[in-house]
């Protein structure tokens, strides 16, 4: 919930002043697709867990959900396994390195949000083949953001499936230490789909506010449960914005995830989730406007979660 006296003002005012980092950063261009996209496209999606949205800038703008589909991977492996097994496969602890980086893998990868992390759950999510399993990810990512024009970006996917040898490094990695036994490719092929998955800034900010609520969607149905809202959100506020995960704790405050596609989550919980679009990327794989978006919006809001009031 958002109840306070001139929402919109500030809201606006946040926007307005994040207008100084246009122009800062370089769009993603290791996946080749992902650099045809108009550099300063923009936009912010806020809807509360009391269902009201408040949304700015283009918001037909379909974006891939990158690294944000690893909170959906994580989530559905924890459904279909629970925490015991899945932790066994994948640490909990945030990383110094890069998000693609095969240094912190040592017998498992350091958390789930991170490639080889998500690569890990990818593997554990269930289903005969990779289509049903993909068709469970897609089905589950439709009910979350109550959108059935959820979009499988198929120029990405082909794109990034091209060019992805250091997933597909790590993925034999991974299971060079027993981590699964399906093939590689399988697991690859899941992973790379899931972050290919398409949608546009209001689905996102709905689907994060079923976590912002604790699980439950505004039609009261719970879709994920407690305890598995809390591990996705402890994850996401340690280890969610790759290196720069407890700077971003430490300055905004809120769990976040982002996506090298110019995409961030943020989930204050209780209150909302808060999507911002914007693809120029600082050296982590942080979208430059959006974080500082974040930041403005958290302090105008008051939206940091450890404020004592
Ligand atoms: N598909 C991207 C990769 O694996 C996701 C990276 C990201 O958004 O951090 O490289």
Redesign the pocket.
């Known amino acids: 919930m958002l109840d306070q006296e001139n929402i919109i003002e500030k809201i606006e005012g946040a926007i307005k002043k994040s207008e100084r980092h246009i122009g800062e950063g370089e769009v993603a261009s290791y ?1 080749p697709e992902l650099a045809n996209v108009d550099p300063e496209g923009f936009a912010l999606s806020i809807v509360t867990t009391g269902g009201e949205v408040y949304e700015y800038g283009d918001l037909d703008t379909v974006f891939s959900m ?2 944000i589909s690893k909170i959906i991977s994580l989530t559905m492996a924890l459904m279909d396994n629970g925490k015991k097994v899945v932790f066994s496969k994948v640490g909990t602890e945030p990383t110094p390195y890069k ?2 980086s095969l240094i912190p893998i040592d017998d498992r990868a350091s958390n789930p949000l991170i ?1 080889a992390g998500a690569i890990t759950t990818a593997s554990l999510i269930k289903g005969e083949d990779v289509d049903v399993r993909f068709e469970r990810v897609m089905s589950f990512v439709k009910k979350l953001s109550e959108s059935d024009d959820i979009k499988f970006l198929y120029k990405i996917y082909n794109s ?1 499936m091209k060019t ?1 040898d250091v ?1 597909r490094a790590i993925t034999y990695y991974l299971k060079s230490k027993n981590i699964f036994d399906k093939s590689v490719e399988e697991v690859l092929d899941l992973y ?1 789909r899931n ?1 290919s998955i398409g949608m546009k800034p209001t689905e996102l900010a709905r689907l994060g506010s079923v976590f912002a609520n604790g699980g439950v969607n505004t039609k009261g149905e719970r879709l994920v449960s407690e305890e598995i809202v809390r591990i996705v959100l402890s994850q996401m506020a340690s280890c969610g914005m ?1 290196e720069e995960s407890g700077r971003f704790l430490m300055e905004v405050g809120f769990p976040a995830k ?4 110019g995409a961030i989550l943020g989930i204050v919980p209780g209150r909302c989730a808060i999507v911002t679009y914007s693809p120029r990327l600082d050296e982590s ?1 942080n979208s430059v406007r959006g974080k500082h978006l974040l930041d403005l919006l958290s302090d105008d809001i008051r939206l940091n979660i450890f404020l004592h009031e």
């Open positions: 996946i990158q690294s998000f693609n490639n990034e992805t997933n790379i972050c790759y982002s996506g090298v596609s794989g």
